[in-house]
């Protein structure tokens, strides 16, 4: 962006999605986007968005899931 401000800088995303938390099988929270459940939980980012995506099964002992929450 050589200078000029990226255009979504300070804004919320669009394409953010409910995030089922669960431990010990069982649902302990619903956030709303990747960041939130980074900063509630300590976790990284990457792994959250592997394990909602499939390709990891849990992440420091939780399992996300992607929920359709409207």
Do not use: Q
């Amino acid at each position: 962006w050589s200078g000029k401000k990226h255009p979504m800088l300070g804004k919320i995303s669009t394409r953010r999605k409910w995030i089922a938390v669960y431990l010990n099988n069982e649902l302990i929270d619903e956030c709303f986007g990747t960041k939130e459940v980074c900063v509630k939980y300590s976790l990284d980012r990457a792994a959250v968005t592997r394990v909602c995506n499939g390709i990891l099964k849990t992440t420091r002992g939780y399992v996300l899931r992607y929920i359709d929450k409207k």
